[in-house]
């Protein structure tokens, strides 16, 4: 046989055996939908958005937003989950739908673990407990007066039954000794909406979604969960100066796709988003927001979602949450 056609079906035989050379070779020659399981506004489209223009020069494809909102983050969850396996249907998940709400949420019918595979941890957000402008309250420590003073009648916000930002008001009420009125909204853009309204009293929000109520005056921070003051609030304390200890309900961003995506595409996902994360104009956006970068390995993201099945169940078991 003559050596050029020898050498021809060799390296056809290769990848016939390892169609994911193929798949790597051409990924991605389309766009790619990038799955929001939460209404515009809020932390996960924010963080999306963003990634969706970083993340374009390095693909060489767009990324298309896709606003899935619905069951706590569960209906874009699930879309994504049934979505082909091949890179082109990416999640932009979170601790609220990829944790929290199968917890509380027994019905689902996605299990985000079982279905999803990781693609890379974006980033952990600095959460803030804000009110506002007309409450009664400036501080965390007169918030904790007034609801001891009337149980049951301080109303707080959350993104929907089952989101983090329920669960971690919720485990603060008990640390604090108080009791609080939940009210789900449909997503953080019209918590945010509904809390400026005074719908209620108490949110705890991510700080790029407070920010623009901060400064134009209509939200009033209380106590951020940063580990120390942030720099463009120094004015605003931490949850261990206000005295809660070894309690931490801050939030993070990942990037996942339909379990079975091919690992060159996964891996070529992730290099995607490494590299936006180093770009000077994300490290810029993420000093002004609050946020730590991450990156790394998909498996940052496993092990940060196995840590919080470690926690978390218990958590929710011991706090009573219902399904809505």
């Not at 932390?43 to 899935?68: C, H, K, W, Y």
């Amino acid at each position: 046989m003559h050596p050029d056609r020898r050498s021809f079906i060799a390296a056809a035989a290769a990848c016939a055996l390892a169609p994911g050379a193929w798949a790597q070779a051409g990924f991605p020659d389309r766009p790619i939908r990038l799955v929001v399981p939460n209404p515009p506004g809020g932390p996960s489209d924010i963080v999306g958005r963003f990634l969706a223009d970083a993340m374009r020069t390095e693909l060489g494809q767009p990324l298309v937003i896709d606003n899935r909102p619905g069951a706590s983050g569960l209906i874009g969850t699930a879309a994504v989950a049934g979505a082909p396996a091949d890179g082109y249907t990416v999640l932009v998940t979170s601790r609220s739908n990829h944790v929290m709400a199968p917890l509380v949420q027994k019905s689902a019918q996605v299990d985000p673990v079982r279905d999803l595979a990781p693609v890379g941890l974006v980033l952990r957000a600095v959460g803030m407990f804000v009110t506002h402008a007309k409450a009664p309250f400036r501080t965390l420590k007169d918030l904790v007066a007034y609801a001891k003073a009337n149980p049951g009648k301080l109303f707080y916000g959350s993104a929907g039954i089952g989101a983090t930002n329920h669960i971690a008001v919720e485990q603060f009420a008990r640390l604090a000794g108080i009791e609080l009125t939940h009210v789900p909204y449909k997503g953080s853009g019209t918590l945010l909406t509904g809390l400026m309204a005074g719908e209620v009293s108490l949110a705890l929000l991510d700080f790029a979604s407070a920010q623009p109520g901060l400064q134009g005056g209509s939200l009033v921070p209380l106590v951020q969960t940063a580990s120390r003051r942030l720099v463009s609030l120094p004015q605003v304390p931490t949850l261990l100066e206000a005295g809660y200890r070894n309690y931490d309900p801050s939030f993070w961003i990942g990037l996942a796709v339909p379990k079975g995506t091919p690992a060159p595409v996964v891996a070529r996902l992730n290099k995607a988003l490494n590299v936006a994360l180093a770009e000077t104009q994300m490290k810029a956006r993420a000093q002004v927001n609050g946020w730590e970068l991450a990156g790394g390995t998909p498996a940052v993201l496993g092990e940060t979602i196995a840590q919080d099945l470690r926690e978390y169940p218990a958590l929710v078991k011991q706090l009573e949450i219902k399904p809505g």
